[in-house]
Each structure stands twice: as C-alpha cells, then as structure tokens.
C-alpha cells in the first residue's frame, strides 16, 4: 500500500516557468489537500478538494491551480513561478467523519532562482 | 488571520521527563484537533486527535487536553524519549463536508539524553 506518493522529490525551476507537482492516493480518500511549509509559517494550506471535480482555495491560493478529474491524483500547477514559491510542499489524503486524519507525501523541495 | 498558533518556536527536555507542547486557537468552528509529528525529509504523521466536545485523550505515553474556554489545547509526552525529537504541529478541522485542516506554525522538540 503506498499510501501518497508525491512526484518530483526536488525541482529547481526559474522565475517564470510553469511545472505541475504529482499527488496520487490509493486509500480512496474523497479529501486531498496541498500544503506549503516554510521556516516558522509552519504548514499553509493551498488548496483543498473534497470529491473528483470539486475544488476551493486555502489559506494561500495565489499563483497555484488545482483540478481534481480522478478520486486518485490531485495535481498542483504553477503557472509562472516566482521566487516566493520557493517551499516544501506536502500533498495529503484525508479521511472523512470525526476520526479524521490526514496521511502526508514525502514532499516536493521547489527552488524558484 | 492564524486561526491555530504554536507560540513556542522549540522545546528542549531531558530525556525521561514530561514535554509538554501548547497550541492556541482563535476559530471556535473548529470541531476537532489533531497533532502531528514531523522528522527532517519525511511528512507529517499522526500522532493523536480529541473532539471538541472531549477534554483529554491519552495514546500510550501521549495526552492532548482542550480547554475550550481558554481556545488552548496541549500535548504531554511522558516519559519523554530522543526517538520523539521532531517538529509537532498542531490543526485543527471541521466535521462538515470539507477535509480543511488548518495548522499551526510547529514547535521543535528536541529531547537529550
């Protein structure tokens, strides 16, 4: 079972590229989320879906895209990096009712130069 | 707005004696809490939860209690242990139909042996 799986591990972009970090679940979870951690902000959450083709925006939406077409992969998109992107991401799978709990990927360490 | 704050940056202990970790919140929606624990190039794990409508929960050597009153809620670690030397974050989340979990900045516990 492997849980989240996050792809890439590492990426160094420059200002202004696009890319799109992977996220795929197999515990079929309805929640996904993508979290940024950054040194004392602790984790942010970027966006949030609760179904395949429902998504809504977190705490820090701004220059991120979403979409949710399978219950398996929610896919994060930047469209034009910028130096301020530069963080850890964490994509996560969460459970639903009143046990809830969130399972976490390895993360993604983005460097935007 | 940080809905879930970490006041401590980081906590230092002796191994065998209590930590003890704090979390405040200002969101009185939140319907749970939840703690996790987070090792240097891994994601977060779960570690323990407690409904708003309980004030203690106890997992083996770990205890959260909530006080809603005060919008605080804490985790002890007894006996504290060098292998429970991370970042622990605290969230909070809402039973309705969302999966949104919102964080706190972490607290870094180191324990010496």
């Known amino acids: 079972n492997a849980g989240v799986t996050q792809t890439p591990k590492f990426q160094v972009l420059k200002t202004g590229q696009s890319m799109t970090l992977q996220c795929a679940q197999d515990?079929?979870?309805?929640?996904m989320s993508w979290y940024r951690q950054d040194p004392g902000m602790g984790l942010r959450l970027i966006h949030y879906?609760?179904?395949?083709?429902?998504?809504d925006q977190g705490e820090v939406p701004n220059g991120y895209n979403v979409s949710r077409s399978t219950t398996e992969d929610f896919p994060l998109r930047l469209l034009s990096a910028a130096p301020s992107q530069t963080s850890v991401y964490f994509c996560?799978?969460?459970?639903?009712?009143?046990?809830?709990?969130?399972?976490f990927g390895q993360g993604t360490r983005l460097t935007v130069v | 707005d940080q809905q879930v704050k970490q006041n401590s940056p980081s906590l230092s202990v002796q191994e065998g004696r209590i930590s003890i970790l704090n979390c405040d919140y200002t969101?009185?929606?939140?319907?749970?809490f939840l703690w996790y624990k987070k090792y240097p190039a891994e994601g977060p794990t779960f570690l323990i939860s407690?409904?708003?409508?309980?004030d203690k929960n106890e997992d083996g050597r770990f205890t959260v209690f909530l006080n809603k009153s005060a919008k605080h809620l804490s985790l002890h670690i007894v006996p504290s242990q060098p292998g429970d030397s991370a970042v622990y974050f605290c969230?909070?989340?809402?039973?309705?139909?969302?999966?949104?979990?919102?964080f706190g900045q972490g607290t870094t516990l180191q324990v010496k042996p």
């Open positions: 996560a799978s969460i459970t639903r009712g009143l046990g809830t709990e969130a399972f």
């Open positions: 515990m079929n979870h309805e929640y």
């Open positions: 879906s609760v179904g395949a083709g429902i998504t």
């Open positions: 969101n009185s929606m939140f319907d749970y």
């Open positions: 407690i409904s708003s409508i309980k």
């Open positions: 969230a909070g989340g809402f039973s309705g139909n969302t999966g949104k979990l919102i």
